[in-house]
């Protein structure tokens, strides 16, 4: 957690951590509100979603490809907290980065604003990622390495990890037990098929909030199946062929054609930001022309994501209704579905109570 979550979440007169506040969104499909949009320009609704979600659920953070050979490091800052998988052979190990702060005695007020600052300290749990660190490159830039693994790696906090097929699982709360995803998942077949490997991969970042992101890469026309972790539905792609979608919460989208599954992990780099870390996953050839086909839905559905966050007044005082209005309903599947999801882990996180003081009165070092 980034702040004391005993003083509670509260922002444009709406007390956020209170599950009340999202009665109208909880309603079924066709009744139910869209979230307030706040929630999509609130610096302390973030807060609330690293305290309710990135601190408590298990996420998704990539496939195994990112980091096939043993030692290499996967970095990925889960909410507010820098974080790094390691391949040890056929087993992966997760622990908290050495330089949570980049070595900083204090966090720099530019760096708690809500978005990732271009920093030396790439381990920082404020700065932007890097992509995966090969062992080979950190033996030739030990610094590097240094910032994630320090002298101890073993001595370093450690972080649940799981596998289940390609993808990898973290889970940052002591409490994490990996039993939660069993027989949750239905992933698709060809994801384990034998032959399987990733063929592309890219980096697309897009001007939008990351639940906008989400709902514009899994729309649906119907809904299969779903769970509180779990969506499966389908649609028509923009070339007129039937395209299967997967919504694996909080931050995972499977999208699925023929023998070719595109895997795209959401980050948010910023309130209104949000980084597209893609692979496209197949067990024959991808062509030229199937990547221009995966490039299009992707940019499609990045520009989706963008209008509907330019749709976002900057402060209440803009909105011309209420901020919770029931007028304003939802009218996508999934995102009434991960809405939903959202609310019930609110619903759910820890209340927590704290009798340490705010202010006191300071203390001589003598005394």
């Given at each position: 957690?980034v702040?004391?979550?005993d003083l ?6 709406i007390?956020?951590?209170d599950p009340k506040?999202?009665?109208s969104?909880?309603?079924p499909f ?5 979230l307030?949009?706040l929630a999509?320009?609130s610096?302390?609704?973030l807060?609330?979603e690293?305290e309710?979600?990135w601190?408590r659920?298990?996420?998704?953070i990539?496939?195994v490809h990112e ?14 907290h820098g ?6 052979g056929?087993n992966f ?6 330089a949570q702060?980049?070595g900083?005695?204090?966090v720099?007020?530019?760096c708690?604003?809500g978005e990732?600052?271009?920093?030396s300290?790439t381990?920082c ?5 890097r ?9 030739d830039?030990?610094r590097?390495?240094?910032?994630y693994l320090?002298?101890r ?5 450690p972080?649940h ?8 699982f973290v889970n ?6 990996k039993?939660?995803l069993?027989g949750?998942?239905?992933?698709p ?5 034998p032959?399987?490997?990733?063929l592309h ?7 939008a909030?990351w ?5 514009a ?7 299969l199946t ?5 969506m499966e539905?389908?649609r028509?792609?923009?070339?007129g062929?039937?395209?299967s979608?997967?919504w694996?919460?909080p931050?995972?989208i499977?999208?699925c054609?023929?023998g070719?599954?595109c895997v795209?992990?959401l ?5 209104t930001?949000?980084?597209f870390r893609v692979e496209i ?5 991808v062509g030229a022309d199937?990547?221009a086909?995966?490039q299009?839905?992707l940019t ?5 994501a963008e209008t509907?966050q330019?749709a ?5 005082a ?7 209005a029931?007028s304003r309903?939802?009218r ?10 959202l609310?019930?882990r609110?619903a ?8 340490i003081?705010?202010f006191?009165?300071v203390?001589?070092?003598?005394i």
């Amino acid at each position: 957690m980034v702040r004391r979550p005993d003083l509670g979440y509260r922002d444009e007169g709406i007390t956020l951590s209170d599950p009340k506040t999202f009665d109208s969104v909880c309603l079924p499909f066709g009744e139910a509100a869209a979230l307030p949009r706040l929630a999509f320009r609130s610096l302390q609704f973030l807060y609330l979603e690293d305290e309710a979600i990135w601190t408590r659920e298990w996420v998704p953070i990539s496939t195994v490809h990112e980091i096939p050979e043993d030692g290499d490091i996967l970095p990925f800052t889960l909410g507010y907290h820098g974080i790094h998988v390691q391949r040890i052979g056929y087993n992966f190990t997760g622990r908290f980065n050495l330089a949570q702060h980049g070595g900083c005695r204090i966090v720099p007020t530019q760096c708690q604003q809500g978005e990732r600052t271009s920093c030396s300290f790439t381990s920082c749990g404020y700065s932007r990622d890097r992509g995966p660190i090969s062992k080979i490159e950190g033996q030739d830039d030990t610094r590097t390495m240094y910032q994630y693994l320090g002298l101890r790696p073993e001595r370093l906090h450690p972080v649940h990890v799981e596998q289940i097929g390609p993808l990898l699982f973290v889970n940052i709360d002591p409490s994490g037990d990996k039993t939660e995803l069993a027989g949750e998942l239905d992933l698709p077949d060809r994801l384990n098929g034998p032959g399987v490997e990733r063929l592309h991969r890219a980096w697309l970042e897009f001007d939008a909030n990351w639940k906008f992101s989400g709902q514009a890469l899994a729309r649906t026309e119907a809904l299969l199946t779903s769970s509180d972790r779990f969506m499966e539905g389908h649609r028509t792609a923009l070339d007129g062929t039937d395209m299967s979608v997967r919504w694996v919460f909080p931050n995972m989208i499977l999208l699925c054609q023929g023998g070719e599954t595109c895997v795209i992990t959401l980050q948010h780099t910023a309130i209104t930001k949000t980084l597209f870390r893609v692979e496209i996953l197949s067990d024959g050839p991808v062509g030229a022309d199937r990547l221009a086909f995966w490039q299009a839905e992707l940019t499609d559905a990045g520009a989706t994501a963008e209008t509907l966050q330019a749709a976002v007044p900057s402060s209440a005082a803009l909105d011309v209704t209420s901020d919770i209005a029931a007028s304003r309903q939802q009218r996508d599947l999934a995102a009434w579905w991960a809405q939903n999801a959202l609310v019930s882990r609110i619903a759910n996180m820890p209340n927590v109570d704290s009798d340490i003081p705010i202010f006191r009165n300071v203390e001589h070092y003598l005394i």
